[in-house]
Nanobody, 126 residues
Framework: QVQLVESGGGLVQAGGSLRLSCVAS????????MGWFRQAPGKEREFVAA????????YYADSNKGRFTISRDNAKNTVYLQMNSLKPEDTVVYLC???????????????????WGRGTQVTVSS
């Protein structure tokens, strides 16, 4: 099992920045990649970004490419999401997810992830 805990959300003005963190614990050696999704009430999870643990390959949704940056610190079992130039439409809950070795994985497909955090709320005021 892998446990994920997000932090770093909050209230920010439009144009501002936030850095989200996701700390993994448990069987972290089994984690192949981690991703960030976001979800508005009553809607499906939307892919934001993902990163492979070993080689650091990164993947982004076209909608936020250039504004958001995903990174990792394997020594701390932590993945970050730096969000710049935030917009009111970025206001949603952001969730961290992990996929383990031994299974197929498409970064954008939420069904391919095995573990999820509870999320952190980001609110961008206009």
């Amino acid at each position: 099992q892998v446990q994920l805990v997000e932090s770093g959300g909050g209230l920010v003005q439009a144009g501002g920045s936030l850095r989200l963190s996701c700390v993994a614990s448990g069987r972290t050696s089994s984690v192949y990649a981690m991703g960030w999704f976001r979800q508005a009430p009553g809607k499906e999870r939307e892919f934001v970004a993902a990163i492979k643990n070993n080689f650091g390959n990164t993947y982004y949704a076209d909608s936020n490419k250039g504004r958001f940056t995903i990174s990792r610190d394997n020594a701390k079992n932590t993945v970050y999401l730096q969000m710049n130039s935030l917009k009111p439409e970025d206001t949603v809950v952001y969730l961290c997810a992990a996929v383990t070795y031994g299974s197929g994985w498409s970064p954008q497909n939420s069904n391919d992830y095995h573990f999820w955090g509870r999320g952190t709320q980001v609110t961008v005021s206009s």
